[in-house]
C-alpha cells in the first residue's frame, strides 16, 4: 500500500541543475523523516540526503554539501532534491526513502519504504 515514486532524473551536462521529486502515499507522510540515496554502477548505495519531518534539521553526504538541497512539502507528501552544479560522479539511480516516526537517520537499513528510483546521469 506504501508506495514512493520518484521523477524528475534525465541526462543533463556538467554544471546543469536538476530537481528530482518523490511523492508517497498510503501512509502518513507529514511525521515520517525522509531521504535520499543513490547507487552508482558497481558501488553500493551512498546516502546523499536526509530530512526531518518539519525540515527542522537536514543532513548532507560530504560530496554534494552545498550543491544539493533537500526539502519537503507535507501538504503535497512530497520530498524535493535540488541538485545544482552538477559532476558526472552525481550519476547514479536516485532513490527516495521513507522512515517510520520522525527521528532523521542516515543509515540505509533504517528506511522502511523506498520507491523505485530514477536515473540521473550527467555528461561531461
Known amino acids: 500500500q506504501v508506495q514512493l515514486v520518484e521523477s524528475g532524473g534525465r541526462l543533463v551536462r556538467a554544471g546543469d541543475s536538476l530537481r528530482l521529486s518523490c511523492v508517497g502515499s498510503?501512509?502518513?507522510?507529514?511525521?515520517?523523516?525522509m531521504g535520499w540515496y543513490r547507487q552508482a554502477p558497481g558501488k553500493e548505495r551512498e546516502f546523499v540526503a536526509a530530512i526531518s519531518w518539519n525540515s527542522g534539521t537536514t543532513y548532507y553526504a560530504d560530496s554534494v554539501k552545498g550543491r544539493f538541497t533537500i526539502s519537503r512539502d507535507n501538504a503535497k507528501n512530497t520530498v524535493y532534491l535540488q541538485m545544482n552544479s552538477l559532476k558526472p560522479e552525481d550519476t547514479a539511480v536516485y532513490y527516495c526513502?521513507?522512515?517510520?516516526?520522525?527521528?532523521?537517520?542516515?543509515?540505509?537499513?533504517?528506511?522502511?519504504?523506498w520507491g523505485q528510483g530514477t536515473q540521473v546521469t550527467v555528461s561531461s
Open positions: 526513502a521513507q522512515r517510520r516516526g520522525s527521528r532523521i537517520s542516515t543509515y540505509h537499513n533504517e528506511y522502511d519504504y
Open positions: 498510503g501512509r502518513t507522510f507529514s511525521t515520517d523523516a
